[in-house]
């Protein structure tokens, strides 16, 4: 591919922390008794929560009465509300700092014989519950939380870049961008449905080992050694994305699952890590078109840009998470 795409290289400077944004989460659960367990999952950057705070008009959420723990991606506190408490239904949730954020809230509503699923957006950071009417399938939210993650997964996106820059015929990069696709709705369904369990620690350092793997085939390539990823492409994207499956199902399942509907929640979430993965290969494919007509050439030596790029910040993140193992 001739002047390799210098612009692309924009987003892969901008995008220089791999771990994406991930969504908030309020769990309110309805038990046997009628008493009420909530659960807010708070998503940390680095040492620190987003700074949100969960408001239920009813007054339940007190800091003062949870009880906090922390996960290695959130903040965790959890609520209990005596069977004696106001009815639930026509309660407004507020998240309050939400607006100044691009962090999403997915708030579930789980009672003995029904659930409910809201997503919470910046734009509108509250949501009215209304549980006496029956809900359809959350189909939209579980749909935007997948390609939510795909497209603030900076790691996963840098690997499918790696893969449009190897990759030289449509043929091949159609059965190469399939096999990528198996590979991880396979281990996403394992790992979501407790089949598999691999630490998250391990698979975001193995992940980032495989960018460096494609980073360094790339430059192989560009000095003439084709090796296994430009030869056998699908096989590489096939084995790969077992590993990026592995990382898809730890967002996933950090958020959370109405139990009552896993099958249907991550087929939902596959579907849109699906619709955000063909809308970012085309539109790298759109800006690859468009550059390799322009009307001046870049130096020859642009060429090996990416692959170097590539492989320094999938490097560091490598270093990154394997110390924090």
Same mark, same amino acid.
């Given at each position: 591919m ?5 612009i692309?290289l ?7 922390d791999?771990h994406?944004?991930r969504?908030a989460?309020?769990?309110?659960r ?5 008493s ?5 999952k708070q ?12 408001v ?5 959420l007190q800091?003062?009465?949870?009880e906090?723990?922390?996960t ?6 959890h609520?209990?509300?005596s069977p004696a408490?106001?009815?639930l239904?026509a309660q407004t ?8 954020t ?8 789980? &009672? ?20 006496s009417?029956?809900q359809p ?5 579980y749909i935007?939380?997948?390609i ?7 790691d996963? &996106?840098l690997f ?14 159609i059965?190469t ?7 991880h709705?396979?281990?996403l369904? &394992?790992?979501t449905?407790?089949i598999v ?7 975001e350092a193995a992940i ?12 192989h390539?560009?000095q003439?050694?084709?090796?296994l990823?430009?030869k056998f ?14 990382g898809f ?7 959370g699952?109405?139990?009552n ?6 087929? &939902?979430?596959?579907v849109?890590?699906?619709?955000g993965?063909l809308?970012?290969v085309t539109?790298?494919?759109l ?6 007509r322009?009307?001046?050439?870049f130096?020859?030596w642009?060429?090996?840009?990416p692959a ?5 910040l999938?490097?560091?993140?490598f270093?990154?998470r394997?110390?924090?193992i």
């Amino acid at each position: 591919m001739k002047n390799i795409v210098f612009i692309i290289l924009l987003f892969t400077f901008l995008a220089s922390d791999a771990h994406e944004i991930r969504p908030a989460y309020l769990e309110i659960r309805e038990t046997a008794d009628h008493s009420l367990s909530i659960t807010w999952k708070q998503p940390l950057m680095g040492e620190y929560g987003v700074p949100l705070h969960p408001v239920i008009s009813a007054g339940w959420l007190q800091d003062s009465t949870a009880e906090q723990s922390y996960t290695e991606s959130y903040l965790v506190k959890h609520w209990k509300v005596s069977p004696a408490h106001v009815t639930l239904d026509a309660q407004t949730i507020t998240i309050y700092g939400l607006e100044k954020t691009i962090t999403d809230v997915l708030v579930q509503i789980i &009672l003995p014989q029904s659930s409910f699923t809201y997503l919470v957006k910046p734009i509108r950071p509250f949501v009215k519950l209304n549980i006496s009417k029956p809900q359809p399938p959350p189909v939209w939210q579980y749909i935007q939380l997948g390609i939510y993650h795909i497209w603030t997964g900076v790691d996963h &996106l840098l690997f499918l870049f790696g893969l449009l820059l190897l990759v030289r015929t449509r043929s091949l990069l159609i059965w190469t961008i399939t096999a990528f696709t198996i590979a991880h709705s396979i281990t996403l369904a &394992l790992a979501t449905l407790h089949i598999v369990n691999v630490s998250s620690a391990f698979t975001e350092a193995a992940i980032a080992l495989s960018i460096v793997f494609l980073g360094v085939e790339l430059v192989h390539h560009y000095q003439g050694k084709n090796g296994l990823a430009f030869k056998f492409p699908w096989l590489v994207s096939f084995l790969f994305g077992l590993l990026h499956g592995l990382g898809f199902a730890t967002a996933l399942s950090d958020v959370g699952l109405p139990q009552n509907n896993i099958p249907m929640a991550l087929f &939902l979430f596959n579907v849109g890590v699906e619709l955000g993965q063909l809308s970012y290969v085309t539109l790298m494919l759109l800006l690859i078109a468009v550059i390799k007509r322009p009307r001046f050439q870049f130096p020859a030596w642009s060429v090996r840009i990416p692959a170097y790029v590539i492989g320094t910040l999938a490097t560091y993140w490598f270093i990154e998470r394997v110390l924090a193992i």
